[in-house]
């Protein structure tokens, strides 16, 4: 027995914090990153007491997040009580939504076509932050107590780890360019939790085991690649190695899953409708001026990119995976020439100078470089004026924050090519002396051969002639040479 005989079926459970000024009952900044215990006032802290408030900011990311998956938005939810206790929870319990969360169904589509089915979305408050590795004590930052957070629950539509990655990936990017989150695992500002079980295709679905602590996409995809062998090995061998229904945390050292705790210790959360807040009521002008703000989202932009601009795939998917390089990309093109080498320059300068994390810092607060000047080094480049290998270069530098202009760095860098036709055409007669042998080749047909005569004229340009001007000149003037 192989593993293909067996049907993995996922479900996936995405937390993801808003983006708002403000946590989603006081009004405590919403940060991340400052001194532990600094945006911490009586209602976050859980003071008795102490009354929380709505945010309606959270409200409308929320409902902006619904909107992009297509959610039907109930009109009027509630919010409730789910008691546990812990010391990052200083209430006793997280105000969340458990019967009536504010969104239901909507989905994503995957390249196959086929949609992944969301079951829920519901607003909650984020828990503060347990901090165990300091050595025998366990501190407790209440900063991001109180951040407001979208659960977004699938339905157990996915059968493969690389599916559960592209779902992933899809939601994140329509949530990054809706507005609603940055989205960035390594804040913790987009978090995922998976359940996965086997079974034979046709017979009932197996024993479900979920998987925690999975902090990257690739922990997801690896995770769950781990699990489905690991489950599939204990059928094959069959009675007395049953799959058990646990939590198992992800171990990316060692690259295996752990037991967490088993289904005996499961919690009893004790749902009850918050006595502290009124039923939730979204009004249908609050959904409506949403709706109407909300940006083209991915899909739609790829198909755009490929259909109307002419783009391949491959750089549509690029420009359409991140908004800053989408924003960059579509201010850029109001000037530039082709959409196609405005996208070569992105992909090759832009997309990779943005993972180093200053070019990011840099590129919250505007365009890591500014479009005009881009949609001017694409234009040179197309005109020949520059160089493609000076074009990046000239990128490279401004994106990095080079505070020159690009007139000052093309003069100071040597990259402006040189098109003056009496200059060329001196250095093209001087690599013609002597060289009938090529030119007799060319005239033969055998145009490869002017690149022996093209090395010469680089060689005493210093390498700033326009390289196709200079092509096209050797050409005519073999051609000329022979009438
Ligand atoms: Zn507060």
Redo the contacts with the bound molecule.
């Keep these: 027995m192989t593993n293909a005989d067996y049907a993995a079926v996922i479900g996936l459970e995405v937390h993801c914090q808003l983006g708002t000024r403000t ?1 989603l009952f ?3 900044r919403n940060t991340f990153g400052e001194p532990p215990n600094t ?7 859980g003071q008795p007491g102490a009354l929380p408030v709505l945010n309606e900011a959270a409200v409308r990311l929320a409902v902006r997040a619904a909107l992009a998956v297509e959610g039907t938005i109930r009109a009027t939810s509630d919010f409730d009580r789910k008691n546990y206790f812990y010391c990052d929870l200083p209430k006793g319990y997280q105000i969340t939504q458990f019967d009536a969360p504010y969104c239901q169904g909507g989905g994503v589509r995957l390249a196959s076509g086929r949609t992944v089915r969301l079951r829920r979305i519901h607003l909650e408050e984020d828990a503060g932050k347990a901090i165990h590795d300091r050595g025998d004590a366990t501190l407790v930052d209440l900063n991001r107590a ?1 951040v407001p957070l979208i659960e977004a629950v699938t339905e157990a539509d996915l059968q493969t780890a690389d599916e559960a990655h592209e779902f992933l990936t899809a939601l994140k990017e329509m949530l990054r360019f809706a507005g609603v989150s940055d989205c960035d695992m390594e804040k913790g500002s987009l978090r995922c939790d998976v359940n996965v079980s086997l079974h034979r295709p046709g017979e009932p679905w197996g024993t479900k085991v979920e998987l925690k602590n999975l902090n990257s996409f690739r922990f997801v995809r690896d995770s769950l690649e781990h699990e489905i062998a690991r489950q599939s090995g204990l059928l094959e061998r069959g009675a007395g190695h049953e799959i058990r229904q646990e939590t198992r945390l992800w171990d990316a050292d060692r690259a295996e899953t752990r037991v967490m705790r088993s289904k005996e210790d499961a919690d009893d959360y004790r749902y009850f409708p918050e006595p502290d807040l009124p039923a939730l009521v979204i009004p249908a002008t609050l959904i409506e001026a949403e709706r109407a703000a909300l940006p083209e989202l991915p899909a739609a932009k790829r198909a755009r990119y490929t259909e109307t601009l002419g783009l391949s795939a491959y750089d549509a998917d690029l420009l359409s995976s991140d908004p800053v390089v989408a924003h960059l990309f579509e201010a850029a093109l109001e000037t530039a020439a082709s959409p196609k080498s405005l996208a070569n320059l992105i992909a090759n300068e832009v997309v990779p100078a943005l993972a180093e994390p200053a070019v990011r810092a840099r590129a919250e607060h505007g365009h890591p470089v500014a479009p005009a000047d881009l949609a001017r080094v694409t234009r040179e480049v197309e005109s020949g004026a520059i160089h493609a290998n000076g074009g990046r270069r000239v990128l490279e530098l401004l994106v990095r924050g080079d505070e020159r202009d690009v007139d000052r760095i093309l003069q100071e860098e040597h990259l402006l090519l040189v098109t003056d036709e009496a200059a060329l055409e001196r250095w093209c007669r001087q690599a013609l002396v002597g060289r009938e042998d090529v030119a007799r080749e060319v005239r033969a047909g055998k145009t490869k051969a002017i690149g022996a005569l093209m090395g010469a004229v680089m060689k005493a340009s210093h390498g700033q002639a326009a390289p196709e001007r200079v092509r096209a000149l050797l050409q005519r003037m073999i051609d000329e040479s022979e009438a």
Excluded: E, M, Y
């Excluded at 945006?39 to 802290?45: F, N, Y």
């Design positions: 946590k006081c009004g405590c945006h911490v006032c009586p209602v976050c802290s109180g």
